[in-house]
């Protein structure tokens, strides 16, 4: 975001800044009907995204939007914008808010929760659930020092749960490689296994036909000697 500032900036292009506020669960549900992302990838999204969000944002006018008032009464909502950032909206026409009710319409709407769900979900963490409600105060009540002062806490803790994380993930990754790794060795071993089986196989084969061809030249040699003898020796044992 500040990139991207910057560049505005030199383009003598004046930023504002609308930060729509939206329930996280209703986000990760959302997310995982979509993409089919994890329910716990999709709330650390949504929380890095509105941190990061509000604070790039601290030096433009800006105005915070909640999710359910813009889709119940858009207009009122837009004028409000404008109001509080200077935006100067092009002249409405009867036209264009049929077109834009027509646009933001119920079936928009797929996934619902309310803040009794969001609190008790298993899902939520303290940290989303306290970021979520410091927006929503913004966005109702209008921001103050304390309430940013507030927001800055949340993405310390945040951004140092995420290093932890980062350590842990990177050790996981390395214990994941060397399984990987022996799992490889094992399948090699199987592998080298299984053909010394089939060459041993051959072997076997091969040394059971050579044993058969033997006994049988064997036993070919055997009665061309032994006839001859029978016949001479049948007219002396008649003799006697």
Same mark, same amino acid.
């Given at each position: 975001?500040?990139?991207?500032?910057?560049?505005?900036?030199?383009?003598?292009?004046?930023?504002?800044?609308?930060?729509?506020?939206?329930?996280?669960?209703?986000?990760?549900?959302?997310?995982?009907?979509?993409?089919?992302?994890?329910?716990?990838?999709?709330?650390?999204?949504?929380?890095?995204?509105?941190?990061?969000?509000?604070?790039?944002?601290?030096?433009?006018?800006?105005?915070?939007?909640?999710?359910?008032?813009?889709?119940?009464?858009?207009?009122?909502?837009?004028?409000?914008?404008?109001?509080?950032?200077?935006?100067?909206?092009?002249?409405?026409?009867?036209?264009?808010?049929?077109?834009?009710?027509?646009?933001?319409?119920?079936?928009?709407?797929?996934?619902?929760?309310?803040?009794?769900?969001?609190?008790?979900?298993?899902?939520?963490?303290?940290?989303?659930?306290?970021?979520?409600?410091?927006? /929503?105060?913004?966005?109702?009540?209008?921001? #103050?020092?304390?309430?940013? +002062?507030? =927001?800055?806490? !949340? *993405?310390?803790? %945040?951004?140092?749960?995420?290093?932890?994380?980062?350590?842990?993930?990177?050790?996981?990754?390395?214990?994941?490689?060397?399984?990987?790794?022996?799992?490889?060795?094992?399948?090699?071993?199987?592998?080298?296994?299984?053909?010394?089986?089939?060459?041993?196989?051959?072997?076997?084969?091969?040394?059971?036909?050579?044993?058969?061809? /033997?006994?049988?030249?064997?036993?070919?040699? #055997?009665?061309?000697?032994? +006839?001859? =003898?029978?016949? !001479? *020796?049948?007219? %002396?044992?008649?003799?006697?």
């Amino acid at each position: 975001a500040s990139f991207i500032s910057s560049i505005l900036a030199e383009m003598e292009v004046d930023t504002v800044a609308f930060l729509p506020i939206r329930n996280p669960l209703e986000v990760a549900l959302s997310l995982k009907r979509r993409d089919g992302l994890p329910m716990a990838k999709s709330l650390l999204l949504w929380l890095r995204h509105v941190l990061e969000a509000e604070h790039q944002s601290r030096d433009m006018p800006r105005h915070f939007l909640r999710h359910e008032d813009f889709r119940t009464d858009c207009r009122r909502q837009l004028n409000h914008a404008a109001d509080e950032t200077g935006v100067i909206w092009p002249a409405p026409s009867s036209q264009s808010d049929i077109e834009i009710e027509k646009f933001l319409n119920e079936d928009l709407h797929h996934e619902r929760a309310s803040i009794e769900e969001l609190r008790n979900h298993p899902d939520i963490t303290p940290l989303i659930r306290t970021a979520y409600e410091i927006l /929503r105060s913004m966005a109702v009540d209008g921001e #103050s020092r304390e309430l940013r +002062a507030q =927001l800055d806490l !949340v *993405r310390t803790i %945040f951004n140092e749960s995420c290093d932890v994380l980062a350590i842990a993930t990177a050790e996981a990754e390395h214990l994941r490689g060397e399984l990987r790794g022996r799992i490889l060795d094992h399948e090699a071993v199987v592998r080298a296994h299984h053909e010394l089986s089939l060459e041993c196989d051959v072997i076997v084969r091969d040394r059971d036909a050579f044993l058969a061809e /033997r006994n049988a030249l064997l036993a070919s040699r #055997s009665w061309r000697w032994t +006839a001859p =003898l029978r016949w !001479v *020796r049948g007219p %002396f044992v008649r003799r006697t």
